[in-house]
């Protein structure tokens, strides 16, 4: 087959390929084609071959292209719902009051055991709706709301099952590691012991995981106890990445690193080593806005010294139902301009080339090149910078995941 015979072609668009150093990589009144479910060709409309044919050509009507959007950082698999504690703490009530009559994660955990798999698939499913409609192509979904084998395996199923019915790549991250379940309080390493003994293992073996994640934190798990589970994943070649830093310092981000870690996220306690550690590394900062406001954080992340030291920042929506509900990666972005002063440029590259890297996805998806998978978005915007501008807008109005196009909103 000739190489200028493609699946489809788009022309008369203007590309963001996020693929230049500290640029969009903007390549104006451009085309780009598609064969076999990956990017064919890319340039300026006058320099397509002579020879090109294409089975579909699209007009993308001056829209501005950029490669498809990655969540980096979710938990959006889960039941229940906790508004009733958004409600209760801006009554007057504390934290511990709250766990106290059993909120918390830990109510969390007890509605997501309760749920069947379908429930919990048709609980999710509206959530990964959301993201897609934004221009989502990749996401990245944890466990953690299980805290025994039989829910965290139910969780990453469930996650696997959200790539069958929806049009999205899901990468999924094993987090048994996220709390202390209530028949092992007080029994923290023998809880460990079952995460890296027992539940890693056999659902690696199922291949229910692509990486393992923790929560390294004073109301978490030590740096001596992530480091066992770290242990287990890498005996088993698994790909590691940490809640780090979010509420303390406690290392991890060093810790992570000294893995290889893909990534370090929320990151509002990081340290100058852990910033030196992770440029060294190659270890992704992942900053999640949505939790950080939730919160009512004050600390922000040291944003300044991650770019001096070149630590790629990527950025998600950290969707979860106790810290940050959001389902819009586009306003995860807004509010890393607003509330980190990252640039917009920084928070497109961070919402695709960066995250893939986060991922460990950085050879497949995050820019436009050639060899790379289909997946992109169209955007009826003036300028690649107006994504990150206003609050609420969806400017998206086409999407397509590993070459086959469909409108961004999905019954």
Known sequence: ????????????????????????????????????????????????????????????????????????????????????????????????????????????????????????LQASLPRVRALLAEGVTTLEIKSGYGLDTGTERKMLRVARGIQSSLPVRVRTTFLGAHALPPEFAGQAERYVDLVCEQMLPALAAEGLVDAVDAFCEKIGFSAAQTQRVFDAAHRLGLPVKLHAEQLSDQGGAALVSRFNGMSADHLEYLSQEGIAAMARAGTVAVLLPGAFYFLRETRLPPVQALRDAGVAMAIATDCNPGTSPMTSLLLAMNMACTLFRMTPLEALAGATVHAARALGIGGEAGTLEVGKRADFALWEVERPGELAYAIGGNPCVSVVNGGVAREPRIA
């Open 1 to 120: 087959m000739s190489d200028t015979y493609w699946d489809a072609l788009w022309t008369n668009v203007h590309l963001a390929t996020m693929a230049g150093p500290g640029s969009y990589g903007e390549i104006r009144d451009a085309a780009i084609a598609v064969r076999d479910g990956r990017i064919a060709w890319t340039g300026r409309q006058s320099e397509l071959p002579a020879e090109h044919r294409a089975a579909a050509v699209h007009d993308g009507k001056g829209c501005w292209l950029t490669p498809g959007l990655i969540d980096c950082h979710t938990h959006i698999v889960y039941a229940g719902s906790r508004s009733d504690e958004f409600e209760a703490r801006l009554n007057g009530a504390s934290y511990e009051d709250i766990a106290k009559r059993g909120g918390g994660i830990m109510s969390t955990v007890h509605a997501t055991r309760a749920a069947s798999e379908d429930a919990l």
